[in-house]
């Protein structure tokens, strides 16, 4: 058995480096990947701007406290009122607008421990 | 490899097991998605409906009468079309993002294969139950908005989109009890026959030219029920019968259970393989469909055995002329014992409730109390639910089982 030069050894650890360094950036940026969620509204908090939602994940249910960004939007979905038209069209609301009970689905990401909203999605209100 | 090599390599390996295992889809903290799209239908497994909804079938005729469907349409158009899209296809603006979609309801073959029950109890408990809680489902349960037959009215209409034109049914639709056919070409066909009539090729050498014989199951004779009498069994019902087999002298043994079973017992099947089975079996008879309310009968709170129950249960015993049949020790020697004839005029024999491991619809005393109740359908044995108040059901139960002594209360309490 012949020993390895000092050269051969130091590429070898270079390489693993190279690959533990990619593997983290690309774990950092799936980190903060979107996710949906969707649940029912238990509370509003329009100073601390969040919005708590029970949801359930892999059994378990739980409450997720869903943050609300200045760019985040909120909306519902109504009938057109356009003669012709019969889609959705969206209808913006406040954060105040959001009642318990009501069913959201939100567009978030997750970003320095929290969730942060992009969209959320009036499903069902009552 | 040097020492120091062969560790760099271990750490490194480590390094990149933590690396993946960090950048394995976790997404979020509050990642509510399961297994959204673990299979073809977009996370939507047609398993049976539970219990509470099995016998929760749609009359055929509501799948194809215009006004159902027009009343479905003015439904769905308001409270589904947002999730669901106006076009049945999953894909309402506030569906796309959920993290169960909604299904498409235009693919013919995901459609025919969900039964009515199952869509039935979907729309109903919506996503409040599993397995569609555990998937983050975000369907709303409508049993406290919708009256059933706008339940039924929303479903005829998101029926249309599939193009099917005919009743949702699994005469028409045969996909939807596959798994069930197949359990029974396996399990059943034997004695019960190819087309459930009970003509297998099996099941008349059971015992020839005399009862009992392998259920005819489009016919409207079901011994075993919770059920009036002259009805068709509940899926709780046709379940019991199939997990615990059905008792009498000869057949096999089943592990766990005493006795012998003329009718083996499927209780080692998986419950969910048993449910499929029951649906395969309940198409073979479309009275299933078309039955109105079900009602069961309920059995009370059995009374404790005092000497008192007993001497009033046996003299209901004489006055209901059980003795004629069964006897007077109960031996299944009565007068007209030699007599007794099924209705397909093959003689049958007074059950001798001497032996409660024989009782074929269960010897625990709410068994006996329900065979009092309904009788047994297709058998000389008549129901007394007209004739005996609850009370002296349980007196004249209590005569019955102590008329095996201490097999009796053996059987009474544990036997199965």
Known sequence: MTKPDAAHGGTT??????????VVLWSAVVWADEAPIAGTVKAVDTSAQTVTLESTAKGKTRQVVVHLKPGTKIIRFTRSSEPGKTGFVEQALGLADLKPGWIVSVEAKHEGGKEVADVVKVVLER | MTTRGWWLSAIGAVAVAFGLWVAAPRSSQADVTGEPHDDDKGGHVHVPAPLPYADAHVPPGVWTDAAMIARGKEIYSTKCAVCHGDSGDGKGPAGVALPLTPPD???????????????????????LVDPFKSKGSAMPPWKGDLSVQDRWAVMAYQHTFSGHNGPHVPWEHPEMIFVGRDIYAMACVMCHGRDGKGDGSVGATLAPRRAPQPRDF????????????????????????????????????????????????????????????????????????????????????????????LAR?????????????????????????????????????????????????????????????????????????????PDQTWDLVCYVLSLSGDKGRTAGVSAR
């Not at chain 2, 007599?339 to 024999?349: E, G, N, R, S, V």
């Not at chain 2, 619809?361 to 009092?372: Q, S």
């Open chain 2, 105 to 127: 309801l235009r693919n013919k073959a995901g459609t025919a294969e969900m039964r009515d029950n199952y869509w039935f109890w979907r729309v109903s408990e919506g996503g």
């Open chain 2, 313 to 389: 249960g046996q003299t209901l015993y004489k006055d209901a002329e059980c003795l004629a049949c069964h006897g007077e020790r109960g031996r299944g020697d009565g007068p007209l014992a030699p007599t007794l004839k099924d209705t397909k005029q093959f003689p049958i024999a007074a059950t001798d409730l001497t032996e409660p491991q024989r009782f074929k619809n269960g010897a625990r005393p709410e068994d006996v109390y329900r065979t009092l109740v309904t009788g047994l359908s297709g058998t000389p044995m008549p129901s007394y639910g007209d004739s005996l108040e």
């Open chain 2, 218 to 309: 489009t016919s409207s004779d079901f011994k075993f029920r919770s059920t009036p009498s002259g009805q068709l069994p509940t899926t709780g019902d046709l379940l019991r019968t199939i997990t615990e087999g059905v008792r009498g002298s000869g057949g096999p043994l089943t592990f766990g259970l005493s006795g012998y079973r003329i009718m083996p017992s499927f209780r080692q099947m998986p419950i969910e393989q048993r449910l499929e089975l029951i649906e395969y079996v309940k198409s073979l008879n479309p009275r299933f469909w078309e039955r109105p309310e079900i009602k069961t009968v309920s059995v009370p709170p059995a009374p404790p055995m005092t000497p008192e129950r």
């Open chain 1, 13 to 22: 650890v270079t390489r693993f480096l190279a690959v533990i360094v990619s």
